[in-house]
């Protein structure tokens, strides 16, 4: 087994991702000790139940205490008020990372508590399902998933090298990008879809002509993809449209113009237009199949295994 990464690798949060690189971590022998930090007393106690760590508190000084680095896993909206608790402790040279959907906000968030001994490099790795909690997480979930690192200009290089080395160690394909970029192109390729799932969703479960049981009995694939896009984590999603505010309405914005196009083709039976349209997107799915980032399989292919 190679030399670990890390020596004391200190995981706030322990949710699907959490929990999903403590496994990693642990089976590949990526750190010497994982310390896990989490609030709430009962998932602390879970996520010991599962072996999950080598140490576990909810005293966030106590944890990243030695730490050579840290990562949050929890929902944007608490990044700030973590990076004030734990800056006092935080070790020299040590590596604050985290795993959220949003960088610019974090890299805000954080920044302003953080030593100049200390090196930020924000992190998101693309993968998920729809479950959540210590339960939820398996070791290969990153297998072949990207994950984009957004190191501000003048971080170590050493930093982002080691938190690359252990992204790429955990299955990961890496990318480095500027963290507003980084909004932009997730405001596109993840966060709109999740707002228009959350809709189309709450729509049809709003149509007084059409039961519920008629929605759930009667649900195509186009409609099922929609409600397992939906099941996420609603307080993550909740804190990534707060806080990519600016991306997502622009983005949102671009949408509802072409959307309304497409109003005015079928309104008008205008079907070139709309043949158009379709033929074009067709070929944005065949380039994500050819890229190897879908699958027919159930729960993105990734289900648990013995191993994990």
Known sequence: MPE??????????????????????????????IVISTRRKETLKRAEELGLGDQYTDQISEAVAGADCVILC??????????????????????????????????????????????????????????????????????????????ETGTSPDAVMKIR????????????????????????????????????VGTASDLEEVSQSEVIKFSASGFRDFTRIAASDPVMWRDVF???????????????????????AVRWGDGDLLQEHFTKTREIRRGIIDAGQETDAPNFGRGQTDET
């Not at 990464?5 to 000790?33: M, Q, V, W």
């Not at 080395?165 to 966060?191: C, I, N, Q, Y």
């Open 74 to 151: 929890t929902p944007v909206g608490t990044c700030a008020a973590i990076a004030e608790r734990m800056a006092p402790h935080l070790a020299d040279g040590v590596i604050v990372s985290d795993v959220g959907s949003v960088k610019r906000s974090v890299v805000e968030q954080i920044k302003p508590h953080l030593s100049k001994t200390a090196h930020l490099v924000p992190g998101h790795p693309i993968a998920g399902t729809e479950e959540s909690g210590p339960d939820a997480g398996f070791a290969t979930l990153f297998d072949n998933r990207w994950c984009l690192l957004t190191p």
């Open 242 to 264: 707060l806080h990519n505010k600016d991306a997502v309405l622009e983005m949102l914005g671009r949408f509802s113009e072409d959307l309304s196009a497409l109003q005015k």
């Open 4 to 33: 670990p990464i890390f020596k004391r690798l200190c995981l706030i949060g322990i949710g699907l991702i959490g929990s999903s690189i403590a496994l990693r971590a642990k089976r590949d022998g990526l750190a010497e000790t």
């Open 165 to 200: 080395k252990f992204w790429e160690a955990m299955g990961s394909m890496v990318d480095e990008m500027d963290p507003d970029h980084h909004d932009r192109v997730l405001a596109v390729t993840s966060h709109i879809p999740h707002l228009i799932a959350y809709n189309i």
